[in-house]
Antibody
Framework: EVHLVESGGGLVKRGGSLRLSCAAS????????MTWVRQAPGKGLEWVSS????????YYADSLKGRFTVSRDDAKSSLYLQINSLRADDTAVYYC???????????????WGQGALVIVSS | DIQMTQSPSTLSASVGDRVTITCRAS??????LAWYQQRPGKAPKLLIY???TLESGVPSRFSGSGSGTEFTLTIGSLQPDDFATYYC????????FGQGTKVEIK
């Protein structure tokens, strides 16, 4: 069974940094593109970043480029998101998800973690 | 960037109703569209991909249609578990979500 478990969330001061982790199990992690999606309180879903298998290709939402860094450790079946210079509007639940492969490229997100809450305080 | 617009933003319905949600893309995305259901406090769940293919385990009362720029999600007979927020997502070029449609009890 596929499991994705995020960790590393919490209360952080504005201007600080945070590293989120996502531990994957139940599938061959090295074969999949992985992604981060966030959701501010009471708001919709926002795609943040994706990283291909092996880390060859990395993508970021245009509005978030510069402060976010995605990475993966295939030996540990883990995905990471480093966020620097945290702002109040980074307050959100951050989900990791697996990108399905049925379409021959990067497709929809078929499995999601439970999310990690990041609160940026002033 | 491809923009996704859902309508309505909120929908009030009763158990047993047939419900339709519309999603419009700002440019042609072929059939690279997915629908997700999100219940309060939970992670999103994939319902439909490639515009009309039902994800394994999803009840057959859910269906999707459309291609190009216009898409619909239909719930054939609304059940109590279906009161939730629904999002469309394009994956033709990177990924973009619609703003969501909340289905609430009438």
């Amino acid at each position: 069974e596929v499991h994705l478990v995020e960790s590393g969330g919490g209360l952080v001061k504005r201007g600080g940094s945070l590293r989120l982790s996502c531990a994957a199990s139940g599938f061959t992690f090295t074969s999949y593109t992985m992604t981060w999606v966030r959701q501010a309180p009471g708001k919709g879903l926002e795609w943040v970043s994706s990283i291909s298998s092996g880390g060859t290709y990395i993508y970021y939402a245009d509005s978030l480029k510069g402060r976010f860094t995605v990475s993966r450790d295939d030996a540990k079946s883990s995905l990471y998101l480093q966020i620097n210079s945290l702002r109040a509007d980074d307050t959100a639940v951050y989900y990791c998800a697996r990108v399905a492969t049925y379409c021959g490229g990067d497709c929809s997100f078929d499995y999601w973690g439970q999310g990690a809450l990041v609160i940026v305080s002033s | 960037d491809i923009q996704m617009t859902q309508s309505p933003s909120t929908l009030s319905a009763s158990v047993g109703d047939r419900v339709t949600i519309t999603c419009r893309a700002s440019e042609n995305i072929n059939s690279w569209l997915a629908w997700y259901q999100q219940r309060p406090g939970k992670a999103p769940k994939l319902l439909i991909y490639k515009a009309s293919t039902l994800e394994s385990g999803v009840p057959s009362r859910f269906s999707g249609s459309g291609s190009g720029t216009e898409f619909t999600l239909t719930i054939g007979s609304l059940q109590p578990d279906d009161f939730a927020t629904y999002y469309c997502q394009q994956y033709n070029t990177y990924w973009t979500f619609g703003q969501g449609t909340k289905v609430e009890i009438k």
